[in-house]
């Protein structure tokens, strides 16, 4: 058996199942119950200390 035939059922089989595991684990980290207020925090970076704009640049 040559490597390509190798590498292919390796990849056909194997790979293929841990690629869909890795995915469901993923998915299950995003979605796991507390996480909403981490992300939203986190989305929510840009609009910090926006209390007043910003301050106009005299030099210009």
Do not use: H, Q
Not at 3 to 9: A, F, I, Q
Not at 24 to 52: H, K, L, Q
Request: with cysteine; net charge neutral; proline share 5%.
């Amino acid at each position: 058996m040559d490597t390509y035939s190798l590498m292919r059922e390796f990849a056909d089989s194997w790979m293929l199942l841990w690629l869909f595991v890795f995915f469901v684990c993923v998915f299950a980290w995003v979605f796991r119950p507390g996480s909403r207020r981490v992300y939203r925090d986190t989305a929510n970076i840009p609009f910090r200390n926006d209390d007043r704009p910003a301050a106009a640049d005299k030099e210009a």
